[in-house]
């Protein structure tokens, strides 16, 4: 498989969990932390999908590993011819960038032909009281607007519009919308945009309380007064309801009494900490990166016997760098399994060992038998208990792959 189409579409899949993740805690955060903290924390809080969803991009934590070669069965694979990938997998990743395109590009026109459609209703005087234009944003009002609302309710109206104006929300709405098109596939990310739409206007209608706290009941009317909006608008505010639950939700705030100063300024405080540790969270949960490097190599010292007619011999004895792990001084060896005593089993295992920073062995690799699998299983079992002085590495602990050891076994003597 291609690797750049599966990279791209991990890093994908990383930051719709990520999101997905985010946007479930808030969704069921919410509504009491609206309760305890005012709708200005929880519309704060919703910074917690971008900030989560982009700590996927910062670099997961590293862990060096030392490795002290390739294993026979890695230099047989390495120099066996490559396998044919099959057509499935070579044409998935370019169909699913297809289809990932082609949704993005249905759910745009759908947005836009909305948004086009409220435009049309707002050049119509139909259409309002809202935010419109993303670079210079701008209050449409329908054309009764005089008629249908009194001096003070146009008041408060365009005290609302003023308020998404002075906060950039429609900005915000629009990279929402965008949002949207590109993960298109993951309904919580269609959920979690309309949820933030509510708890924006909620936030809204709290600062303008803020603002003016003589006239919550003259708001609370002239939000029942004003009509369902006929036609939603993706981009910008709109002080109509899409539905009548999120215009129970508004008007049963203003029934609440206020947040003092200080209660607003810890609830901010709060806020801002869970979007931070949101962060930090989901790029802790990545998983790690391991990079691998070449561990000092074996140094095989060896001493020639001078040659007396016969065949030349050479005695090799087999030394590993001091930076190579060591059984810590409490090494336990494996206890001598009770029927290989019986049948009288004895021979020689070999294996490879992976050994943590910490010392702990992480993989026992089997690389050579004993021809008795009660003594392989044995050898395996003991050392995964074992813990070992680490590797080094300019004087600091690695992981280090690879690391050959020979358990022998004998029945005339312990385990050396």
């Not at 104006?165 to 993960?183: E, P």
């Not at 600062?207 to 706290?213: G, L, Q, W």
């Not at 019986?342 to 992480?362: F, H, P």
């Amino acid at each position: 498989m291609n690797a750049v189409p599966t990279e791209i579409m991990e890093a994908i899949v990383e930051l719709n969990i990520a999101a997905a993740v985010a946007i479930l805690f808030l969704l069921a955060l919410r509504k009491p932390a609206r309760h305890i903290f005012g709708p200005h924390a929880v519309y704060l809080l919703w910074a917690i999908v971008p900030i989560a969803a982009a700590a996927t991009f910062i670099p997961a934590r590293t862990v060096e590993t030392l490795s002290l070669g390739m294993t026979l069965e890695e230099i047989i694979a390495l120099a066996a011819p490559p396998a044919a990938a099959s057509l499935w997998e070579t044409v998935l990743p370019y169909a699913l960038a297809v289809a990932w395109i082609v949704g993005a590009i249905v759910t745009a026109a759908a947005l836009v032909s909305r948004q086009a459609a409220f435009l049309h209703d707002a050049d119509l005087g139909l259409a309002g009281p809202a935010i419109v234009g993303f670079s210079h944003p701008r209050i449409v009002t329908p054309d009764d607007f005089v008629q249908r609302f009194s001096e003070t309710e146009r008041k408060l109206i365009l005290a609302h519009e003023q308020v998404h104006i002075d906060r950039k929300d429609a900005r915000i709405n629009t990279l929402v919308a965008l949002v949207r098109c590109l993960f298109w596939f993951n309904p919580l990310v269609h959920i979690g945009a309309k949820a933030m739409r509510i708890d924006q206007e909620l936030s809204c209608d709290a600062e303008v309380m803020d603002r003016r706290p003589r006239v919550r009941r003259a708001y609370a009317e002239t939000l029942l007064k004003t009509q369902l909006a006929s036609r939603p608008l993706p981009v910008g505010c709109y002080w109509p309801a899409e539905s009548q639950h999120p215009l129970t939700e508004r008007v049963d705030m203003l029934a609440r009494k206020p947040l003092s100063s200080r209660r607003r300024a810890a609830a901010t405080a709060i806020a801002l900490a869970l979007t931070a540790g949101a962060g930090i969270a989901a790029w802790a949960a990545q998983p790690e990166r391991t990079i691998v490097t070449e561990g000092p190599d074996v140094l095989l010292p060896f001493d020639p016997i001078p040659n007396d007619g016969r065949d030349p011999l050479v005695r090799v004895s087999y030394k590993i760098d001091d930076a190579s792990p060591r059984p810590t001084a409490d090494f336990s060896q494996p206890a001598y399994p009770a029927l290989s005593r019986k049948l009288r089993e004895e021979g020689d295992v070999v294996v490879e060992l992976c050994v943590a920073q910490s010392g702990i062995v992480d993989d026992v690799k089997l690389v050579t038998s004993s021809g008795h699998p009660l003594l392989d299983n044995a050898t395996i079992a003991g050392l995964q208990r074992s813990r070992f002085e680490p590797a080094t590495r300019d004087g600091r602990p690695v992981r280090l792959c690879g690391h050959p050891l020979t358990m022998g076994w004998r029945l005339n003597a312990a385990p050396p």
